[in-house]
């Protein structure tokens, strides 16, 4: 699930709750798969006691702003908003909870944002006033955006370029509410039944629209099921901007409810929940200390894990080594015949030698196993007497050997010094200029030696 | 201690973790390489001492394989010069030199003044072959083995000339 600020999203199950003249109209939200299930409660009935609820402070307890920040930042906007919205208000921001709604890329240079805010004593009367019916809400939302975006998500909009406004009939209060195709506009009060002041206020939204044009009407609140009162506010107002849809929302009391319900439950554009700074709700604030600790205590595994990680690493690596250092000194010292001091390419050469030693000394115990050096001498004999050589002089030892003599062919000299060579000896050919009797000399020695 | 307080202290104390994580780390990646490379090193050298111990049971198996011999010392020359058919050496010298373990180290070097080189290598075959071993049965005393020929042809007949062989053998030196 996607969270956006001004929502209660970790919560599954919220009510959204309208409080129209002390007698609370509540509708019960419940998320499933991305929707929300709404189901009015019979008039009266409130929410049960600990359930999350959802609040507004009226429109006429409230007001927006539109702030133009001159970043391009998301980040670096948000942190000028508050300062920008001070400069626009007559009194200090201090005495106001606010929340600014998201900040969406315009494509210039700057970030557009809009502020909903609510003077303290205003919010703390609508929290008492909750408090009242037995009510403490987990968000105090705007009204005028709460009707806007409901009458968008349940009136659809005949035509996206068209004003629209919203009026909501409640038996203590009456707003419209005005915007342009997404945009959300304004939000005015008026007194109940005021045709007139309506008149006053619809032109004053509508000029700030960008003139009149078409003009979308939506009733809501439980004064627009009232024939009479609807039809004496609905006359004059559609007499002047009259020509475009005028719709009567289903279940008109409960409009507001619906709308709490659904935004605290659902992400999406112009989410407000007022319940900040010394208002914060203490769920909320004991989930932000949580979340907090919970992100540190992620952050702390994941050091230790890092940490221990390359500890393990290490153990291992070492182990490894000293398995192999291990085998490495036994074999050395199986191999040299006693336990070696010297360590690494020391031990070797130290194990070398004394095996050299050993081997030199022992040399008679090895012939006895070994092929007989007779073998070779006959390899010798046969060769040469197949390729025509006539060997003068033999000399040969299991490492060494010396033959001269002459051969037909200069190239039937090199039949000996292959065969030397494949039985072990590495051996060099000298020839030289052929005889009288036209006999090529020849001599092999061993490479080095001189035998 | 106020919660912001105590809150800051925990995140200083994770992020100091995460820290100490990150840079034991990287330095242990470092370190591991390193530790690659000479292990790497170490595997090679345990190789080769591998091949020095092949070598060195290669002695001892053979020393082992002598001592379990029946027999102690080896055939006596003088028998098998002695036998019909053989060439009679026109000089021969002989020593002996002590071994590692209680063994001894017989050389003897005979030398043919004028003799078919086929004849002596013959007799020299049976020589090395008088170990006792018959067909199908283990040899029961240590072997004579050619170690050094020096032949000289002869000018006037071809296969013949001057031929010195030398001859070892070992013996256990309480067989005598």
Known sequence: ?451 | MTERHWRSAVWSAALGVLLIGAVLGWRTRTDLRAHARRLERKREELAEARALYARRAGLEAAAAALRALPDGHPAPLDGLLAAPGAQKPDDSREEAAAAPGGWRVWRHELVFRDAPLADVMDWVCRAEAANGSAAGRAPVRPPWRLERLAFTASPRAPGRGRIVVALEAVEREDAR
């Open chain 1, 1 to 451: 699930m996607k969270t956006s600020p001004g929502t209660v999203s970790w919560r599954r199950v919220c009510y959204g709750v309208d409080l129209q003249a002390g007698a609370p109209v509540a509708v019960r939200g419940e998320r499933a798969g991305g929707r929300v299930r709404l189901k009015a409660l019979p008039s009266g009935e409130r929410p049960p006691a600990g359930a999350a609820c959802a609040c507004a402070v009226a429109v006429g307890e409230s007001f927006t702003r539109r702030i133009e920040s001159p970043l391009a930042s998301a980040r670096k906007a948000r942190k000028v908003l508050p300062t920008l919205l001070d400069i626009q208000l007559p009194f200090p921001l201090e005495s106001c909870v606010t929340m600014f709604t998201d900040t969406p890329e315009s494509g210039t240079d700057k970030r557009e944002a809009l502020a909903a805010a609510a003077r303290l004593p205003n919010a703390r009367r609508a929290l008492e006033a909750c408090a009242a019916q037995g009510i403490d809400p987990l968000a105090l939302d705007h009204e005028g955006l709460a009707l806007w975006t409901q009458s968008r998500r349940e009136v659809p909009a005949a035509d996206e370029t068209a004003v629209r406004v919203v009026a909501s009939l409640e038996a203590d209060r009456a707003a419209l509410v005005v915007g342009r195709g997404a945009r959300y506009l304004n939000a005015r009060a008026f007194r109940p039944g005021d045709a007139a002041q309506a008149l006053r206020l619809a032109r004053a939204q509508l000029d700030q629209a960008g003139g009149p044009g078409a003009v979308e009407w939506v009733w809501a609140g439980s004064g627009a099921a009232d024939t009479a009162r609807l039809a004496a506010l609905r006359g004059p107002l559609e007499a002047e901007w009259g020509g475009g849809p005028s719709t009567v929302v289903r279940e008109p009391g409960a409009f507001l409810a619906r709308a709490l319900a659904t935004r605290a439950l659902l992400p999406g554009p112009l989410r407000c929940n007022l319940r900040t700074g010394p208002l914060a709700h203490p769920a909320q604030e004991r989930r932000a200390r949580r979340l907090g600790v919970t992100a540190a205590g992620l952050v702390l595994a994941a050091g230790l894990v890092l940490a221990g990680s390359a500890a393990a690493a290490r153990l291992i690596a070492a182990r490894r080594e000293a398995r192999v250092d291990h085998v490495f000194r036994n074999t050395i010292d199986a191999a040299a015949g006693y336990a070696v001091s010297a360590r690494g390419a020391d031990a070797l050469r130290v194990a070398r030698a004394e095996l050299d030693r050993a081997a030199a000394a022992r040399r008679p115990f090895l012939a006895a196993f070994r092929p007989s050096l007779a073998d070779t001498a006959a390899a010798v004999a046969a060769t040469a007497a197949q390729h025509g050589l006539t060997i003068e002089q033999l000399t040969l030892t299991r490492d060494t050997a010396r033959v001269d003599g002459t051969g037909g062919e200069w190239a039937a000299c090199e039949a000996l010094p292959a065969r030397l060579a494949a039985l072990g000896y590495a051996v060099t050919l000298d020839r030289r200029e052929a005889l009288v009797d036209e006999r090529i000399p020849f001599s092999i020695t061993t490479e080095g030696g001189d035998d």
